[in-house]
């Protein structure tokens, strides 16, 4: 039997999707008409985000109070937003299709 099979890694989750999730669909109304918003082009953005921002994974109800506590600190929202920025703006000049 696989390694994999023997636990259940449905639980773990990366706290971070959540946040950038929310910070793109934010920057993205103020961008309405001016960039694509094919599934395609916000996909990479977001994936570029995260790629960009520290992970928060968490198994656990105690790693979820960590990890929102953790993120709630000023600096990583910064860094979320930025991050966002910078995803949207390298997706606008290079478009994930023709």
Known sequence: MAFIDNYNFELLQNEAEKLVLNELGKQLEA???EICLCNDCVVDMAAMTLNA???FYRFSLLGSLYASQAMSEGSYVTSVRQA???AIEKVRRNPSHD
Do not use: F
């Open 84 to 86: 966002v920025s910078q």
């Open 31 to 33: 961008y309405e008409g």
């Open 53 to 55: 921002v520290k992970p």
